[in-house]
C-alpha cells in the first residue's frame, strides 16, 4: 500500500525558511512524477513543484527562484526548500505522486494516484 507523509509546515515570518519532506512507502520513488501542491482557503488547488521521472524540475512562476524540489531515493523522501515565504505562501502543503508524467509535465494534479494529508505553512508578514 502506497502511502505519502507530509512533515514541516509551521508557521515564520516573511523571508524566512522552511522545508517541507514527503516520506513515502510502498513503492519506489525514482519511478514516479513527484509534486507538491497547496491549497489555501477558498483558493483551488494549485502545482507548486514537480518532479519529473526523468529528474528534470518544474516550477510554478510564484515561487520560481524561492522554492526547490529535491528528493532522496534512498530514503524515499521528498523536499521542498521554501525560502524568502510571503504570506501569499500560506497554505496547506500536499505531496503526490503518480506513474504519469502529465502532472510534473505540466503543473497539473491529473493522473496523481496518490496523496498525502497535507502539512500546514503559515507566513505572517
Known amino acids: 500500500q502506497v502511502q505519502l507523509v507530509e512533515s514541516g509546515g509551521g508557521s515564520v515570518q516573511a523571508g524566512g525558511s522552511l522545508r517541507l519532506s514527503c516520506v513515502g512507502s510502498?513503492?519506489?520513488?525514482?519511478?514516479?512524477?513527484m509534486g507538491w501542491f497547496r491549497q489555501a482557503p477558498g483558493k483551488e488547488r494549485e502545482a507548486v513543484a514537480t518532479?519529473?521521472?526523468?529528474?528534470?524540475?518544474n516550477y510554478a512562476d510564484s515561487v520560481k527562484g524561492r522554492y526547490t524540489i529535491s528528493q532522496d531515493n534512498a530514503k524515499n523522501i521528498l523536499y521542498l526548500q521554501m525560502n524568502s515565504l510571503k504570506p501569499e505562501d500560506s497554505a496547506m502543503y500536499y505531496c503526490a505522486a503518480g506513474d504519469n508524467d502529465y502532472a510534473c509535465l505540466f503543473l497539473s494534479d491529473r493522473y496523481l494516484e496518490f496523496w498525502g494529508q497535507g502539512t500546514l505553512v503559515t507566513v505572517s508578514s
Open positions: 518532479l519529473i521521472s526523468d529528474g528534470r524540475t
Open positions: 510502498g513503492y519506489t520513488y525514482s519511478r514516479y512524477c
